[in-house]
């Protein structure tokens, strides 16, 4: 081997050793991630509890889902989680992160504060959560509720208001993260830019519209691609916070990653489960093309 | 260049084509292993360790490896691993799963003579008939667990009611969780007289107790069709959430779930099993009792649920002997004695349950009193059939809808989960 390798040029024998080296990862990830992604397509299509032998079923999976009420809406809420979620938080991150960039004294405590909670646990969120949404005397919100006289609320025992009480954890986690990449987003804003516009006579209003927001539109895009993802996958979060894990009460929080959870490993029906798999792939791809072509444009 | 990788290659063939034979010969002291897998839980493990050191004991020749595997993906290895051969040669199972792996052939009948089938007929509680299949058994449990009812001595006191004496009927449970609730002066509930969760063991306790107790019936004899859609069983269900909405005595989801309410002291009566018991024990400052689930026109009904111990088609000639062996070894009645003190689940034979010290037992022996008249569901699918319940009530308490149509809704939905039994 090495008499082999010692006739080739050096190039050639960094690319050789370079092939040597990737072919670990390439082998791992096709193994254990490509084939396994790829098999998906065939397993949709069969009948299969994990224990017997796999049928083909052609296209009876999807039918199944089709003509499920429950399906729909949990894809509905699932879309709910993203339009919901996704204004709303990235325009919570852009005004906190815009105010933090004026500070000056103690940004850092600040940008650190902001982030923690991205650093915690869902699960551990989600169950301190489940407690903050009690009725009184015990839950935090309604507590404060009685306090003004106002009504006690459901939260997340009603069917209208469970999706939102979960959504806002995920918002307040999401947080951080979104705030310190538009926080790097405007300190790379050249200052010279803002200088010349005040020398212009531009007010605050017109040098935001103009100057901020157009250069913070890789920011923007960057977030929003990774925003919808993680809304779209949205499932530790609603599995610890509901009731037995369930997405209830009556399916008005089980997003579509839960019900791929549970008829996969509650129910050991991989067929639906890989159907629903599917589906998702081509929502995530879809956006995320839709998204790569936004950005080509630039 | 060509010469050294074929020398290369040659080392590498000569390697492991030794190592193979090494592999293939037979060893000389002739022993067998076999493998046993459970899941992980403490008790469970050093339990089983210490039997298969007594039966290792009793038999030199057989080896036991015992595997344990997380809980929460016990199911899924082991249903991936059995159909590659790779598994264990007897393994714990659900009793709800058994139907699968019977159908896809994975589990073996339980040789006869060894298990014999009048025997066990004879020796077991009547529901571990449900792991026989045309005559044959394919499985069976060491342990066995039911329903009963905790009650919190002090929060009785507190309310003037005699902490030595639980309800004994359903009339007296309402009685009793009315003058054990109590309410803030903006009629937040503080302490529940009944803490109720549908998902703990509410759904089971409708569907064995309830229903029975007010002259129903869940399903059909041959477990075929839902036949809870009944006046029987909207009077159980109305009886159920009547606790909720017009006696007030509970509300769902309060302190998130049933345990944490009961655990806490802040409910004075709930429902649940005996796998509860550990858990409660360790609680300081919390004085329960516990009770035979509250009968009602002196009608009881429990609902029992178990694992079992199957011998997987792996296990062929000496392995599969010793299988029989080991199966044999961890259902005598000294393994479900060891087993109820360690575990804290109650025997699956009745000669054991029934014994006195079992009987009178004050925690034990309420659940084993209520395994006499326990029904364990013939389940096509546990988690879709406990969801359909959970969504009857969720639809009474949050659409208000009447509970005769709700219960229509679930039959309907059940029934679509019963028709995909094979």
């Known amino acids: 081997m090495s008499t082999w390798l010692s006739r080739q040029t050096l190039a050639r024998k960094q690319a050789v050793w370079a092939w040597i080296f990737l072919a670990v990862p390439i082998v791992y990830f ?269 | 260049m060509r010469r050294s990788y074929r020398r290369l290659l040659g080392a590498l063939l000569g390697v492991s084509l030794g190592a193979a034979m090494v592999a293939a010969m037979p060893s000389p002291a002739q022993a067998v292993e076999i493998e046993y897998w459970q899941y992980t839980f403490k008790q469970r493990v050093d339990t089983m360790d210490e039997l298969i050191k ?82 044959k058994y394919y499985a069976l449990p060491t342990a066995v667990r039911s329903l009963a009812l905790f009650w919190n001595r002090k929060l009785f006191k507190d309310a003037g009611l005699d902490p030595d004496k639980p309800p004994a009927t359903l009339d007296e449970l309402v009685d009793f969780a009315r003058k054990t609730t109590k309410r803030d002066s903006a009629g937040n509930l503080i302490t529940a007289g009944i803490a109720l969760d549908t998902g703990g063991q509410d759904i089971p306790w409708i569907r064995e107790g309830l229903i029975r107790e007010f002259g129903g019936t869940p399903y059909s004899a041959d477990g075929k069709k839902v036949a809870f859609a009944s006046p029987a069983g909207t009077a159980a269900v109305q009886w159920y959430v009547d606790l909720i909405t017009k006696e007030k005595v509970s509300e769902l989801g309060f302190l998130t779930d049933g345990v944490t309410a009961f655990r806490s002291g802040k409910a004075a009566m709930t429902i649940d099993g005996s796998f509860r018991l550990g858990a409660l024990d360790g609680q300081r400052g919390l004085d329960y009792g516990v009770a035979e689930l509250p009968s009602r026109n002196g009608i009881h009904s429990n609902y029992a649920s178990y694992w ?69 569901t013939d389940f096509v699918d546990e988690s879709a059939q406990r969801k359909v319940m959970m969504d009857m009530i969720d639809r009474v308490l949050l659409k208000q809808t009447p509970v005769a149509e709700s219960l229509a809704i679930a039959s309907t939905e059940e029934q679509k989960v019963l028709d995909t039994r094979k």
Not at chain 1, 53 to 70: K, Q, S
Not at chain 1, 242 to 268: C, D, H, W
Not at chain 2, 97 to 104: K, R, S, T
Not at chain 2, 327 to 334: D, E, G, I, N
Request: positive net charge; aromatic residues 12%; glycine residues 8%.
């Open chain 2, 308 to 376: 079992v111990n199957g011998i997987t088609s792996k296990a062929k000639g000496e392995k599969l002997a010793a299988a029989a062996k080991f199966l044999a070894f961890v259902t005598t009645p000294a393994a479900m004695q060891l087993w109820m003190e360690k575990v804290g689940e109650l025997p699956a034979r009745v000669a054991v349950a029934k014994t006195d010290a079992v009987a009178n037992h004050p925690k034990y022996g309420p659940f084993v009193r209520g395994l006499s008249t326990a029904v364990a």
């Open chain 2, 54 to 135: 007594q039966f290792q004991a009793a038999n030199p020749d057989i080896t036991v490896k015992h595997v344990n595997v997380p809980y929460d993906n016990y199911r899924t290895r082991i249903a991936a691993a059995i159909p590659a051969g790779e598994g264990p040669d007897v393994t714990q199972l659900f009793y709800g799963w058994l139907g699968d792996y019977i159908h896809a052939g994975l589990l073996q009948p339980l040789p006869t003579p060894a298990f014999d089938t009048a025997a066990i007929d004879r020796d077991f509680f009547p529901f571990v008939q449900g792991m026989k299949v045309d005559g």
């Open chain 1, 30 to 298: 096709t193994a254990v991630r490509f084939w396994p992604a790829v098999d998906a397509f065939s397993l949709s299509l069969s009948r299969w509890n994990l224990v017997g032998p796999r049928h083909f079923v052609g296209l009876e999976n999807y039918r199944h889902l089709a003509a499920d009420p429950v399906f729909w809406q949990v894809l509905g809420n699932t879309f709910e989680y993203l339009a919901l979620g996704l204004p709303i938080s990235l325009f919570l991150a852009f005004v906190i992160a815009y105010q933090l960039d004026r500070v000056r004294t103690g940004q850092g405590v600040l940008r650190a504060l902001y982030f923690l909670p991205h650093l915690t646990t869902a699960t551990a969120m989600a169950w301190v959560w489940r407690w903050f949404y009690q009725p009184a005397p015990v839950g935090l919100f309604n507590g404060w509720l009685s306090l003004f006289g106002i009504a006690q609320q459901p939260f997340l025992r009603s069917t209208a208001q469970a999706l939102p009480a979960v959504l806002v954890p995920a918002i307040w986690a999401a947080l951080g993260f979104q705030v310190v990449i538009f926080l790097a987003g405007l300190k790379a804003i050249p200052r010279s830019y803002y200088e010349a516009a005040e020398i212009d006579g531009a007010g605050s209003w017109q040098i935001l519209r103009e100057i901020t927001l157009p250069l913070l539109l890789p920011s923007f895009v960057f977030l929003f691609i990774t925003t919808s993802i993680g809304l779209l996958r949205i499932f530790d979060l609603v599995y610890n916070i509901t009731a037995g894990g369930e997405g209830g009460p009556l399916n008005a929080t089980k997003p579509l990653v839960l019900s791929i959870y549970q008829s996969a490993f509650a129910r050991m029906d991989m067929g639906t489960a890989s159907a629903q798999t599917v589906i998702l792939f081509v929502i995530l791809l879809a956006i995320s093309l839709l998204q790569m072509r936004l950005l080509r444009q630039r």
